[in-house]
């Protein structure tokens, strides 16, 4: 299945995944519709994809049933990225259930209305929740105890009930820890990576929670989107699958390598006492999605870690 020329819809699509899944998509010749509230989203995060292809935004909430429907209007297909990030989900707890579920539930429900052909979404490892084994596969049961993660199972659950109902063709993607270019790093909310750098720029240690035998699965964001694609292109349906690197990094390894990109080797990292509720430990089975889609990252992290430095100092010196 070919996408040139296609109406595709992103959800969320000028977030970190989104934003680069819709830069894949230009490279497809589709023709792209960006739904987002822009709640962390960034319309600066589209101006490539916008100079180089066909690249519409609306800026909407998928809580606006009306506001979707317009959007989704003659469509052929839907990538469904828009959700509350898990620490949002965690302060707020009712936005998981109003954005991420009941939002996701209109989403696929617009898809059916609008006759979309195939939609592929975002769950999260975080269904998983402490993994039980490793490398987690798609077959550990559901262990989360977290809002965010509670959502995202009863994404899940709606996807199969959507497929079962009305033949909703789907893939959606648990993904393990994606980085790169255009993660959030000016605000409250950080992701550790981006933390570590802040850190960095300010002459002062990365602070490390625990001991830092912690470990990340960390897919760069481009391989993650290039997954997203292929699912779209595949004849692929009904399947979840991982995004994974495969590979496991310690807290004290991310520290180290990123002390290294950066050039601050004098600095050593700083270890503080660790939130015991958070999962300690992520490493995710990439087998499936290799079999089924022929999906493998290929981006190595110092190489990743890199091009996150570069992207910083390009944002620096235009906000000068």
């Not at 828009?82 to 989403?107: M, Y």
């Not at 004098?266 to 300690?280: A, F, G, H, Q, T």
Request: charged residues 25%; proline residues 3%.
């Amino acid at each position: 299945m070919e996408l040139k020329d296609k109406k595709v819809i992103v959800t969320g699509g000028a977030g970190l995944v989104g934003s680069h899944i819709v830069d894949a998509l230009v490279q497809e010749g589709a023709d792209i519709t960006v739904y987002d509230n822009f709640a962390r989203g960034k319309r600066e995060n589209l101006e490539q994809a916008q100079a180089k292809g066909r690249v519409r935004i609306v800026a909407g909430d998928i809580r606006d049933r009306e506001l979707l429907k317009q959007t989704f209007a003659g469509a052929d297909y839907c990538f469904h990225e828009a959700a509350v990030w898990l620490k949002a989900c965690q302060d707020e707890p009712r936005k998981s259930l109003e954005i991420n579920v009941t939002g996701t539930f209109n989403v696929l429900e617009t898809c059916v209305t609008a006759g979309i052909k195939k939609i592929v979404a975002a769950s999260s490892s975080s269904v998983y929740g402490d993994g039980l084994y490793f490398p987690t596969d798609e077959k550990h049961p559901f262990n989360n105890e977290l809002f965010y993660g509670a959502g995202k199972v009863c994404d899940e659950q709606f996807y199969r009930a959507f497929k079962k109902k009305y033949g909703l063709d789907f893939v959606a993607f648990r993904y393990l820890n994606i980085y790169g270019p255009r993660q959030p790093f000016l605000g409250a909310y950080t992701d550790v990576i981006m933390n570590f750098f802040n850190k960095l720029d300010a002459g002062q240690p990365p602070m490390i929670e625990g001991d830092g035998s912690q470990t990340l699965d960390l897919v760069y964001v481009a391989d993650c989107a290039r997954a997203n694609i292929m699912a779209m292109k595949s004849s692929v349906s009904g399947e979840f699958f991982n995004v994974s690197s495969g590979r496991e990094t310690t807290l004290k390894e991310l520290a180290d390598t990123l002390i290294k990109v950066s050039g601050k080797t004098d600095i050593k990292p700083n270890y503080v006492p660790r939130d015991k509720n958070l999962v300690s430990r992520r490493f995710g089975s990439a087998a499936k999605a290799k079999e089924m889609l022929g999906f493998e990252v290929s981006t190595p992290l110092a190489v990743g870690l890199q091009h996150i430095l570069n992207w910083r100092e390009e944002v620096k010196k235009r906000n000068k």
